[in-house]
């Protein structure tokens, strides 16, 4: 590029940048459009076509009409020459002002001027704004129409040559139908498809563009339109056209922020306005379209999507249809801006930057007659597509609900009503419909003037041009010469030039109207949902060089907190989207304030936010679930309405310049010959705008050099702050102007690097937020993550997975090009098993538990896994199957295992994915797969907890300890397995068999099992050693320690028992497992535990000491506690504190048998339930029950402790006595009656004979000390399980 020109200093101030013409330079001819040629040509091969037809160095297509080809265009001039605050991409302006290249037409064609914009994004994420106006002018060298005939003598030649191969090879019977039909086609060929040199006029697409670094849409439109007039007008413009260019580039300033400017076209005013620097930004794009092209609810949707940060790919035929859907939505983001990949027009040609494995917002022209279902895209998993053209939206699967949708929709219908606004597609048209005539006639009615005409101008025939009558008679009075004036009523007529000029500006301010009320609302939504965002933001860092170098290692804002306190139903939405680099960045740019300007967006969301609390003492909280309609509606439409009414600038009128006279002369329909020197250097401030930005230029000079000595140095600032902005960011704006094969490459690198530092990124957050959880359940810390963020982030390492398995994919199968891949890797084994068996040992995949279990050992296999998921009727879609692969491997620890095996077929990996695609990167791909490898260090049940409905096949083995006790028991057993989600019911062991599998609805985490049997034959009593349970899909084994005996006259008499159940760890070569510090679960206790019973092997047991079982029972209700006060949904199972091995019941057990007189020479064992059935006897008698001298709450404790024990005898169960204590207690938590039976049980006088007199429960200090621990249980609701008070009419 040149050097700046004269007076391109003041370019930040100026209303434009450049003046651009694109079109066909005549010298060299007609050249094809090698990018979209190129692009037909690898289509072609993708699809298997031939390439007979197609050149691919010429891209010639003699398929195709020659006036349906595209051809090179070119920049065939730009004023100026370069601006320093922006320079000019020529490759990127000349692709966006003609999309589609150079379009030929004869005098046949429609060649009516098509307006449209676009938006260079660049690196550092600055845009800038182009407005092109493309029409045809005459092709006037003969050259090139001599080329296009010739194209044609070949096109036809093609054709006729094609047509006559097709008859030959016609059957003899149908020759003669071939040959009339071969003629028809041919004449239809010459009659419809054919450029006559001799008889025809060759006309050829020019366009004019403005570039602004302010999107002026409106005004840059009526300017263009304006200049094309002036082109085809039969009488010259009043000037030379060089006086308006030069005037919109150098003489028209742009708007100062809350004012309003007005600078002349060649024939009319054109008045613009930039809102204040405490108002919305600048949006010049009518949202009026966008509603009325895409309708309400689909605009939700895709809002929902964008703040989501999905793939958006918008479908059109029109570009500015593209434009104003992708500028209008971002828009809408306020306070948020899109960080990623925008490119609102994509050409054709550059179809593959659809390839990016990263979020994008991008346009797709689409082709006349070209329909959704012949658009191959590489990535559809989450991908969201909007055909504007026909009204339809394609929404990802597992699409969460915007926050308060529903009044926020009723809300914008409301302003759409009033702005006579409908949906297309909408049901609710009719009922809109309806509603606004009814307005309109009640606002006729309240007019004060019965319905009147009002006293302004109407055109009499405007009121019956549809009568027809009227037709008629203007036809008869036409016919016979009557000449039939207008008629009024009111005085002056509307069809003077002022007038309408008023109609068409206020057509205007309704728009301005509609997209300020619009906004607001929007805006004010996000103002109530992050009211108190401040409150959540953690500032870690006393300046900003040590946040700047430690951002990637920060928190910087508080997650769980904030989910905490929102309603329920905005959690799934929030969740994701607080995840989100638009918000990350939001945050980031609240840090920084503290210690540089604040961001513009934030600055007015946060003086939003002080006005909110200031005028509203009493507002509504954050989570409260009203929808608080927008306050400002009407003030900020009166904002704009009184800015533009009052023009506060008005530019300088064009002029004459000093030029030559002579050269561009005038002719109708061409745009003449500019003369560059005038236009490419501009005044040399000698006005007083320019004057202005050069002394505030040179202030801001001074306070950069002085800003340079203090703080960080500016080069290392600068790139500490572009790294922190850019963190999370895969990849930069991809540059459209140099399209060579080694920045392709390079821009495919940076791909992979994205991809492979999002992996570390994610895997990270998931391992450090899970082993901080987990730190929790051993005692260390605060819980940082809940089940709704770890849910987040494993559907977010699923969109991750798909797009990494999206990149550089040969060829399209399905939406899911995980599941693709593994469904072609599933019948590749098939044919490989049909071959030879698969040699593979069995040792490395099957699971073996670190204990010793006698179930069948489990094969691991990935096609098992997938024939798992392919028997799910629940899941409808390859996107679904493939996030439940995902889910069951990572569960089952073999996700970094299943794809390392599936990407050991090198020969699939090398048939489905391009040489530069990740998987195919081996460096990376070893990273990667280390990276999840990391995830085993840790549990996840995201597979059991998230598909609760499914129907899954269970193993059951129970083992007997056959040392002492028979190997299998002549009774009928039988077994009932129960879960957080449910239990199995009461199933039946076939005789004679102690394992048996059975299936039913998803139990979740398994947490206890019921055992018994009917103590019938002649070796009824089993010694039962545990249970083992297995889930055959997750592979999740439980062992259900016993450790007891079940049969009548042995032990405590139980013939049925509750077991509670530990989730065994398994050890592989690959798993890290071994070294997971996820504490276990807690189990049934033992017969160690049980100090009523003898040892097993006979030696003696190691009893507690007083202050150890003070300690168990204060851990035990500490534990309950900690259960409460958990989120709902992230507590665990209550058996398991009650009656677990280190549970309430069994901490309480240690307090009763301390000091217990259980054993007894020559005699039975005596159980805690003797004591307490001693004690009832005791209460019961007459002379007791009554005594005057106890109170009514020590009596009520007899009654109701009276009550339960009796309930308990006389229930229909086969429970011991140490099972009936485990349910009076826990019946006793429940209804917060046990305090007051362990003071009436510390009192009872059998107590004496019982227990010596060291026993804890005869320490009333003891005693008193453990009844107001147990009275800190009293506030919380506790339901137990069916399983425990089963059979209990209580």
């Known amino acids: 590029m040149s050097g700046t020109a004269p007076g391109a200093s003041a370019a930040p101030c100026r209303f434009a940048h450049y003046f651009v013409i694109c079109g066909i330079e005549p010298d060299s001819g007609l050249e094809a459009d090698e990018l979209t040629a190129l692009y037909r040509w690898l289509e072609a091969d993708l699809h298997g076509r031939s390439h007979s037809t197609t050149n691919q160095a010429s891209g010639e297509n003699f398929d195709q009409s020659p006036l349906r080809r595209n051809f090179k265009s070119k920049v065939l001039a730009h004023y100026p020459q370069n601006v320093e605050w922006n320079p000019f991409d020529q490759d990127a302006v000349n692709m966006l002002c003609m999309p589609k290249g150079l379009s030929f037409r004869t005098q046949a064609d429609n060649r009516d001027p098509q307006f449209h914009s676009f938006i260079i994004t660049r690196e550092d994420g600055s845009r800038t704004y182009g407005f092109v106006l493309t029409f045809y002018e005459e092709v006037t060298c003969k050259q090139i129409c001599t080329a296009m005939q010739t194209l044609y003598q070949m096109h036809n030649a093609e054709q006729y040559s094609s047509v006559c191969a097709s008859s030959s090879c016609s059957m003899d019977s149908l020759a003669s139908s071939s040959d009339e039909g071969d003629a028809t086609s041919l004449s239809k060929l010459h009659r419809y498809d054919t450029y006559d040199i001799s008889k025809d006029t060759l006309y050829v697409s020019k366009s004019i563009c403005l570039i602004t670094p302010l999107p002026f849409t409106q005004a840059c439109k009526r300017y263009l339109t304006q200049f094309y007039t002036a082109i085809t007008s039969q009488q010259p413009p009043p000037l030379p056209l060089e006086s308006y260019i030069y005037n919109i580039l150098y003489e028209v300033p742009l708007p100062p922020p809350g004012r309003s400017l007005k600078f002349y076209g060649v024939y009319d005013s054109i008045i613009c306005q930039r809102?204040?620097?405490?108002?919305?930004?600048?949006?010049?794009f009518s949202l009026r379209e966008l509603f009325e092209q895409l309708g309400l609810d689909h605009i939700i949707q895709l809002f929902t999507c964008v703040l989501l940060e999905m793939q958006i790919l918008l479908y059109s035929q029109d570009c500015q249809r593209l434009m104003t859907v992708a500028d209008c939505i971002t828009a809408l983001l306020f306070p948020f801006q899109w960080q990623h990949v925008y490119v609102p027009i994509l050409p054709a040609s550059l179809i593959h930057f659809l390839?990016?494995?990263?979020?994008?917002?991008?346009?797709?022209?689409?082709?006349?007659?070209?329909?959704?279902?012949?658009?191959?895209?590489?990535?559809?998993?989450?991908?969201?597509?909007?055909?504007?053209?026909?009204?339809?939206?394609?929404?990802?699967?597992?699409f969460p609900q915007f926050p308060n949708q529903l009044g926020l929709v009723r809300e914008i219908a409301e302003v759409l009503l009033e702005f006579g606004i409908?949906?297309?597609?909408?049901?609710?048209?009719?009922?809109?419909?309806?509603?606004?005539?009814?307005?309109?006639?009640?606002?006729?009615?309240?007019?004060?003037?019965?319905?009147?005409?009002?006293?302004?101008?109407?055109?009499?025939?405007?009121?019956?041009?549809?009568?027809?009558?009227?037709?008629?008679?203007?036809?008869?009075?036409?016919?016979?010469?009557?000449?039939?004036?207008?008629?009024?009523?009111?005085?002056?007529?509307?069809?003077?030039?002022?007038?309408?000029?008023?109609?068409?500006?206020?057509?205007?301010?309704?728009?301005y109207k509609l997209n300020v009320q619009i906004r607001e609302i929007f805006a004010n939504h996000f103002t109530v949902m992050f009211a108190e965002y401040e409150s959540f933001i953690i500032h870690s860092a006393h300046d900003l060089e040590?946040?700047?170098?430690?951002?990637?290692?920060?928190?910087?804002?508080?997650?769980?907190?904030?989910?905490?306190?929102?309603?329920?139903?905005?959690?799934?939405?929030?969740?994701?989207?607080?995840?989100?680099?638009?918000?990350?960045?939001?945050?980031?740019n609240k840090i920084m304030s503290q210690w540089e300007e604040k961001d513009p967006l934030l600055k007015v969301f946060d003086s939003r936010l002080e006005k909110m609390r200031l005028y509203n003492v009493r507002a509504p909280s954050l989570w409260s679930?009203?929808?608080?309609?927008?306050?400002?509606?009407?003030?900020?439409?009166?904002?704009?309405?009184?800015?533009?009414?009052?023009?506060?600038?008005?530019?300088?009128?064009?002029?004459?310049?000093?030029?030559?006279?002579?050269?561009?002369?005038?002719?109708?329909?061409?745009?003449?010959?500019?003369?560059?020197?005038?236009?490419?250097?501009?005044?040399?401030?000698?006005?007083?705008?320019?004057?202005?930005?050069?002394?505030?230029?040179?202030?801001?000079?001074?306070?950069?050099?002085?800003?340079?000595?203090?703080?960080?140095?500016?080069?290392?600032?600068?790139?500490?702050?572009q790294e922190a902005r850019s963190l999370g960011k895969n990849l930069r704006q991809p540059k459209l102007s140099d399209l060579s094969p080694a920045v392709i490459a390079q821009t495919n690198w940076k791909f992979v690097e994205g991809l492979l530092k999002e992996c570390r990124?994610?895997?990270?957050?998931?391992?450090?937020?899970?082993?901080?959880?987990?730190?929790?359940?051993?005692?260390?810390?605060?819980?940082?993550?809940?089940?709704?963020?770890?849910?987040?982030?494993?559907?977010?390492?699923?969109?991750?997975?798909?797009?990494?398995?999206?990149?550089?994919?040969?060829?399209?199968?399905?939406?899911?090009?995980?599941?693709?891949?593994?469904?072609?890797?599933q019948e590749w084994e098939k044919k490989q098993e049909q071959i030879i068996e698969s040699p593979v040992a069995a040792g490395a995949e099957r699971r073996r538990s670190d204990t010793a279990m006698s179930l069948p050992l489990l094969r691991v296999s990935l096609v098992q896994d997938m024939r798992h998921i392919q028997n799910m009727s629940e899941i409808k879609t390859d996107v679904g199957r493939a996030r439940a692969w995902i889910r069951l491997s990572l569960e089952k620890k073999l996700l970094s295992q299943h794809l390392k095996q599936l990407l050991c077929y090198q020969g699939l990996t090398k048939k489905l994915y391009k040489r530069y695609a990740f998987l195919r990167c081996e460096d990376e791909k070893e990273q990667f797969l280390f990276h999840l490898l990391s995830l085993n260090a840790v549990d996840y049940f995201c597979f059991t907890n998230v598909f609760t409905t499914i129907i899954i096949p269970y193993r059951s083995m129970i083992i007997p300890i056959k040392k002492l006790s028979n190997a299998i028991t002549t009774s009928n057993l039988w077994i009932c397995v129960s879960g957080e989600l449910g239990d199995s019911g009461v199933m039946q062991i076939p005789k004679n068999s102690l394992e048996m599998?059975?299936?039913?609805?998803?139990?979740?985490?398994?947490?206890?099992?019921?055992?018994?049997?009917?103590?019938?034959?002649?070796?009824?009593?089993?010694?039962?050693?545990?249970?083992?349970?297995?889930?055959?899909?997750?592979?999740?084994?439980?062992?259900?320690?016993?450790?007891?005996?079940?049969?009548?006259?042995?032990?405590?008499?139980?013939?049925?028992?509750?077991?509670?159940?530990?989730?065994?760890t398994f050890v592989s070569e690959d798993d890290l497992g071994k070294q997971s510090r996820t504490p276990p679960q807690q189990k049934s206790p033992t017969m160690t535990r049980r100090l009523s019973l003898p040892s097993l092997g006979g030696k003696s047991l190691t009893k507690p000491n007083a202050g150890q079982i003070q300690e168990g029972i204060g851990e035990a209700v500490n534990n309950i506690v900690k259960h409460f006060h958990k989120p709902e949904k992230e507590r665990g199972n209550l058996t398991v504190l009650l009656c677990g091995e280190y549970g309430l019941v069994s901490a309480l057990e240690q307090v009763f048998h301390h000091g217990f007189k259980s054993s007894r020479i020559f005699q039975k064992n005596i159980f805690i339930w003797d004591f307490i059935e001693s004690a009832v006897a005791y209460f019961e008698t007459t002379d007791q029950i009554g005594t005057e001298g106890d109170s009514l709450l020590r009596l009520s404790a007899y009654k109701t402790l009276c009550h339960y024990v009796n309930a308990i005898n006389t229930a229909p169960r086969n429970i011991g006595k140490d099972g009936k204590f485990q349910l009076l207690v826990c019946l006793g938590t429940r209804d917060r009656l046990l305090?007051?039976?362990?003071?009436?049980?510390?009192?009872?006088?059998?107590?004496?004979?019982?227990?010596?007199?060291?026993?804890?429960?005869?320490?009333?200090?003891?005693?008193?000390?453990?009844?107001?621990?147990?009275?800190i249980l009293e506030e919380f609701n506790i339901t137990l399980e069916s399983s425990l008070a089963k059979g209990i009419g209580i």
């Not at 901080?772 to 260390?780: P, S, W």
């Not at 999740?1036 to 028992?1057: A, I, M, N, Q």
């Not at 039976?1237 to 026993?1255: D, F, G, N, Q, V």
């Open 275 to 284: 809102p204040g620097p405490h108002e919305l930004p600048l949006l010049d």
């Open 1235 to 1271: 305090p007051q039976w362990i003071s009436a049980l510390a009192e009872c006088p059998t107590i004496t004979r019982m227990y010596e007199e060291t026993a804890l429960l005869r320490d009333h200090i003891v005693a008193n000390s453990l009844i107001r621990v147990l009275q």
């Open 625 to 721: 679930p009203l929808y608080q309609k927008c306050s400002i509606l009407k003030e900020s439409a009166q904002a704009v309405e009184q800015r533009l009414a009052k023009i506060d600038h008005t530019a300088i009128h064009p002029h004459l310049l000093d030029m030559k006279i002579g050269q561009g002369k005038y002719e109708q329909g061409f745009l003449p010959k500019l003369q560059s020197d005038v236009l490419s250097s501009g005044p040399t401030n000698n006005n007083r705008w320019a004057s202005r930005n050069s002394t505030t230029q040179r202030r801001k000079d001074r306070v950069r050099q002085h800003s340079e000595h203090l703080g960080l140095d500016s080069d290392l600032r600068e790139k500490y702050m």
């Open 355 to 398: 390839d990016a494995p990263v979020p994008y917002l991008m346009g797709l022209q689409s082709k006349e007659g070209t329909d959704r279902s012949k658009l191959e895209l590489p990535q559809e998993a989450n991908l969201c597509f909007v055909d504007i053209d026909n009204h339809f939206i394609e929404l990802p699967e597992d």
């Open 422 to 511: 409908s949906s297309p597609g909408s049901q609710r048209d009719s009922e809109n419909s309806t509603k606004l005539k009814n307005l309109v006639l009640d606002e006729l009615v309240n007019d004060k003037k019965n319905g009147n005409i009002p006293s302004n101008t109407i055109n009499m025939f405007e009121l019956l041009k549809g009568n027809e009558t009227i037709a008629r008679l203007q036809a008869l009075a036409k016919r016979t010469g009557v000449v039939v004036e207008t008629m009024e009523i009111g005085s002056p007529t509307v069809n003077d030039e002022k007038d309408s000029k008023l109609w068409f500006r206020k057509e205007e301010m309704q728009d």
């Open 546 to 588: 040590s946040w700047l170098t430690n951002r990637e290692q920060m928190q910087n804002f508080d997650k769980a907190s904030f989910l905490s306190d929102q309603p329920e139903p905005y959690l799934p939405f929030l969740s994701h989207f607080i995840e989100t680099q638009m918000f990350a960045t939001f945050i980031d």
């Open 997 to 1064: 599998t059975f299936e039913c609805q998803n139990l979740g985490k398994l947490t206890t099992v019921q055992i018994g049997h009917d103590n019938s034959g002649l070796l009824a009593n089993w010694l039962v050693d545990c249970v083992m349970v297995r889930n055959e899909i997750t592979g999740h084994t439980y062992r259900f320690p016993c450790g007891r005996w079940l049969g009548k006259g042995v032990d405590d008499g139980s013939l049925e028992r509750i077991l509670i159940g530990e989730l065994l």
């Open 761 to 825: 990124m994610k895997t990270k957050r998931m391992l450090v937020d899970k082993m901080g959880n987990e730190a929790v359940e051993l005692g260390h810390g605060e819980v940082n993550i809940t089940g709704l963020e770890e849910n987040t982030l494993i559907a977010s390492l699923c969109d991750l997975l798909e797009r990494i398995w999206s990149h550089g994919l040969q060829v399209k199968q399905g939406k899911s090009a995980l599941w693709s891949h593994l469904h072609q890797y």
